[in-house]
T-cell receptor, first 115, second 112 residues
Framework: AAGVIQSPRHLIKEKRETATLKCYPI?????VYWYQQGPGQDPQFLIS???????DKGSIPDRFSAQQFSDYHSELNMSSLELGDSALYFC??????????????FGPGTRLTVT | GEDVEQSLFLSVREGDSSVINCTYT??????LYWYKQEPGAGLQLLTY?????DMKQDQRLTVLLNKKDKHLSLRIADTQTGDSAIYFCAERREDNFNKFYFGSGTKLNVKP
């Protein structure tokens, strides 16, 4: 079965640079979520999109932005990178059904290292 | 995690049962989930339970939910070395179907 695809898998950037992470959800899934997971921490919700519209916003810094495109893929844009942005960034997707479990399926993650 | 708590470590012997516990504080939880994360990998959805259920069994996995005590547990029968991973519980609340609240994760170590 097709899974969530994220690219790149690894990314090394310097401070103050920009980075773009891409996420391709499971086909027919209408919602995409972005999470940040620091070393030894639980995933922290950043932002989500339902049917290409932002549906919820978590602890996403103002330096970050994201969008979902017409083909449902999503991109997380990160500017003015800081050392503290080094983390695993996960994308998850789900198919939303009212009252349903709306299981979120996670991609393998992008490991961002800021030096 | 935000109001979702788990013990950090659990060590068991191969073949034993493992029980991973999770407590949450928001009574409006609608669904609760268990995810497994192996080193350097993404989160793999193991199972979920609807809040009006007490128990759900799926092969070697048994989920127990005590809504009164806001306590969730995951029992893994006949634990194998391949079960070694970090296990996260997550809750979804009634007021926000988008946002999952994750626990801090329990690192399960299975000794041969």
């Amino acid at each position: 079965a097709a899974g969530v695809i994220q690219s790149p898998r690894h990314l090394i950037k310097e401070k103050r640079e920009t980075a773009t992470l891409k996420c391709y959800p499971i086909p027919r899934h209408d919602t995409v979520y972005w999470y940040q997971q620091g070393p030894g921490q639980d995933p922290q919700f950043l932002i989500s999109f339902y049917e290409k519209m932002q549906s919820d916003k978590g602890s996403i810094p103002d330096r970050f932005s994201a969008q979902q495109f017409s083909d449902y893929h999503s991109e997380l844009n990160m500017s003015s990178l800081e050392l503290g942005d080094s983390a695993l960034y996960f994308c998850a997707s789900s198919l939303v059904a009212p009252g349903g479990p709306n299981e979120q399926y996670f991609g393998p993650g992008t490991r961002l290292t800021v030096t | 995690g935000e109001d979702v708590e788990q013990s950090l470590f659990l060590s068991v012997r191969e073949g034993d049962s493992s029980v991973i516990n999770c407590t949450y504080t928001d009574s409006s939880s609608t669904y609760l989930y268990w995810y497994k994360q192996e080193p350097g990998a993404g989160l793999q959805l193991l199972t979920y339970i609807f809040s009006n259920m007490d128990m759900k069994q799926d092969q070697r996995l048994t989920v127990l939910l005590n809504k009164k005590d806001k306590h969730l547990s995951l029992r893994i029968a006949d634990t194998q070395t391949g079960d070694s991973a970090i296990y996260f519980c997550a809750e979804r609340r009634e007021d926000n179907f988008n946002k999952f609240y994750f626990g801090s994760g329990t690192k399960l170590n299975v000794k041969p």
